[in-house]
């Protein structure tokens, strides 16, 4: 075993430079007692399967040598390219770990080369301590190897026969991808690579997809590049990157030397060519937004110009001031109050899918609160997808709209509301943490916090509230590409301005679009999400919020691909309804609203002229619908059993007025008209 559990430090002071060797152009000979031959397979393979490489020597973390022929009498040899900071290597790092295990009593073999340039032996010790991994991984320090196999990605696997010919490559199986996971893999690749040969069968399928990160190999810099890191892109960077790319945050390495940025250089460039960074999902055509994050064209030339020259660093003595960060929390001020989630961590697994979690808290508040801003700081931002916080009042206390206090996703943490404007806390509230975690290849333990500064009421004059439009009744047929699921939202407070809006769907969500209907007729597009990516719930703050007129509407579009084609798909056979977990869907379009102060609780809609009649008409309308869809028995009533889990949690106890866990057509109309029709 190369790597002892109980390693020391001093271990990694005796780390010396690693070396290649390149061998001449010498196949290792087959061993004669092997059953499994490169004869036995067939000639017509994809190009590089059935290959021989060259014999090659690198060193592990320790300095000791290792090379090809060391595994001359190994029935087969896996040889997986990892790095340590890329995330799907770090979730492969368990499953290699088993693999080897599981194999090796058959004479199968595993080695691990790190051919990526910004990773450091005491990380790729650390990586082999983390997983558990006890094969020999090894430093490629020229990127030499890596191009023998022709290896691109993290991780990438390739698995040489008897004869040290390549009868497979490329991904280790499809659990997992480029923002995607599913509960088990569909389809073991490697293990599926391996068991053929042991059989004596060809395999099937000799060469898939590797996805992951690009290999950051050495590169050769040209000097006379008008385009330097120290000149233009650290600047970039900074601007859009570094929020979340530095220590401690959520992004899973670092950009903020040239020595980091360089060995991500092609990833960089790939990630913006794709739009996948920086996250900004909105369509530019559309709408102005105060919060937006995009990079412009000139910005994105920089990068490309920059890589296309090999990355060059430039003058060190044109670097801008690093740029200055909060430390703590996000907030214009220490917190009056931190809440953590629970009193105690939640494990979060080292693999596999985990459905959201809610924790409910008792803040304590004996009297109504006002918050001005709010920030929430995951314990492990390696593992939180996001967080959202809700207002779940006590039993007897109106309240209309969503009960949303926070939100967190990487990149977006704090809320700080301006001056005059709090959300309401009312006494005897608890607080709803609902979090979703994605695993990163090792166990760990999260305790999120919010942490709350109050403003005085004196000083309040608009209160923010969360109001959506969402349609549950709907149903994805199995394949179905481009399914159509929609709905308007035409009831407002009176007096309201709105301020931000956010889709919501799960990994089947294609697109969404709000579009304002104004009272004179004309259609107008607020917000266009063209490519929803369930990774990323964003927020889009108005760059001019607006008062909402009387006559105004929003329809909300949304579309899902429920086919094969959707990489991300969990099962493209099932019909897919509305549900809280990630196999499930929603339809949800969130509006932050304005609304006077006071005016949730005062009835000012029905109070206004001229809207007491329409107020209840709309109250009867909510009636209608909340009764048409839930109360399954028809018996006027509509139990706890009868509503989806969302409702239960978040507004059953806001029209069961009396308590006893029935809501009545009453009690519905008495809330409906409280909140001025909304629902």
């Known amino acids: 075993m190369l790597l002892n559990p109980e390693w020391k430090p001093c271990l990694i ?19 004669a007692a092997d059953p499994v031959t490169s004869a036995d397979l067939p000639t017509d393979r994809p190009p590089g399967i059935g290959t021989g490489f060259f014999a090659f020597q690198l060193t592990d973390f320790y300095g000791q040598p ?30 290699l770990a088993s693999l080897a295990e599981e194999y090796a009593s058959r004479g199968v073999a595993f080695v691990g080369i790190n051919a990526n340039r910004q990773d450091a032996l005491t990380e790729i010790a650390a990586y082999a301590r983390r997983h558990g991994i006890d094969f020999p991984l090894l430093k490629d320090t020229t990127g030499e190897v890596a191009e023998q196999f022709g290896a691109t990605r993290t991780p990438e696997v390739f698995l040489l026969d008897d004869a040290r010919q390549l009868q497979y490559q490329g991904r280790i199986d499809d659990q997992y991808g480029v923002g995607y996971g599913r509960s088990e893999p569909e389809r073991e690749d490697l293990r599926r690579a391996i068991d053929a040969l042991l059989a004596g069968r060809m395999v099937e399928r000799p060469r898939t997809q590797a996805v992951g990160c690009l290999i950051g190999r050495p590169r050769k810099p040209d000097e006379s ?120 961590p939640f494990e979060v697994p080292a693999e596999g899918i985990v459905e959201y979690q809610y924790f409910a808290v008792d803040p304590g508040f004996e009297e109504d609160r006002w918050i001005a801003a709010s920030d929430i700081v995951p314990g492990e931002r390696s593992v939180v997808h996001h967080v959202i916080v809700f207002i779940s009042p006590p039993q007897g206390r109106d309240r209309r709209g969503l009960g949303w206090l926070a939100a967190y996703v990487p990149g977006q943490s704090s809320m700080q509301l301006p001056p005059g404007q709090a959300r309401l806390v009312p006494a005897g509230s608890k607080l709803i943490f609902q979090l979703h975690y994605t695993p990163n290849g090792s166990v760990q333990h999260d305790l999120t916090r919010i942490g709350l500064v109050f403003a005085e009421p004196e000083s309040v004059e608009e209160e923010v509230v969360t109001l959506l439009a969402l349609e549950e009744k709907f149903e994805i047929p199995p394949g179905a590409e481009n399914h159509r699921v929609s709905t308007t939202r035409s009831e407002w407070p009176f007096s309201a301005r709105l301020l931000a809006m956010s889709p919501h769907m799960h990994v089947r969500g294609k697109s969404f679009r709000f579009d304002a209907l104004w009272p004179d007729g004309h259609r107008e597009t607020l917000l266009d999400i063209p490519d929803y990516d369930f990774n990323w719930q964003n927020s889009y703050q108005l760059a001019e919020p607006f008062d909402i007129p009387t006559g105004f509407a929003v329809e909300c579009v949304a579309h899902f691909d429920n086919s094969r084609k959707n990489i991300v798909n969990p099962d493209p056979e099932a019909t897919v309804r509305w549900g809280d977990q990630t196999a499930d869907e929603m339809m949800i379009g969130f509006f932050e609203v304005a609304v006077p102060k006071g005016a949730w609780r ?11 009649e329409a107020d209840q008409a709309r109250a009867r309308q909510v009636v209608k619908r909340l009764f048409d869809r839930f109360d399954a028995n028809q018996d006027a009533a509509i139990d706890r059993d009868e509503l989806p889990s969302t409702f239960r949690v978040f507004a059953f106890r806001r029209y069961d007025r009396n308590g006893d866990r029935v809501i009545t057509q009453e009690e519905a109309y008495q809330f409906a008209l409280a909140s001025g029709g909304d629902s």
Request: negative net charge; hydrophobic residues 40%; proline residues 8%.
């Open 602 to 612: 005062s009835r000012l809609l029905a109070e206004a002229p001229g809207h007491a």
């Open 225 to 344: 590049s008008e385009v330097t890191y120290s000149r233009q892109i650290s600047r970039v960077l900074r601007k859009h990157c570094v929020e979340c790319h530095r220590a401690g945050e959520i992004a899973p390495f670092t950009l903020e030397t040239y020595d980091e940025a360089v060995g991500w250089a092609e990833m960089i460039e790939e990630v913006v060519r794709t739009q996948r960074m920086p996250p900004w999902s909105a369509n530019p055509q559309h709408g102005e937004f105060a919060n937006a994050r995009s990079m412009s064209e000139e910005e994105k030339e920089l990068i490309y110009g920059w890589v296309e020259a090999g990355a060059p660093e430039g003058d060190p003595a044109e670097l801008p001031e690093p740029r200055e960060f909060v430390t703590g929390w996000r907030l214009p001020r220490e917190p009056d109050v931190v809440i953590p989630m629970r009193e105690t």
């Open 13 to 31: 002071r005796r780390m010396v430079a690693l070396t290649l060797l390149v061998g001449s152009a010498v196949s290792v000979p087959a061993s």
């Open 66 to 95: 290792h090379k090809l022929d060391d595994y001359r009498d190994h029935r087969m040899l896996v040889v997986v390219f990892f790095g340590t900071e890329c995330p799907l290597a770090k979730l492969y790092g368990p499953r």
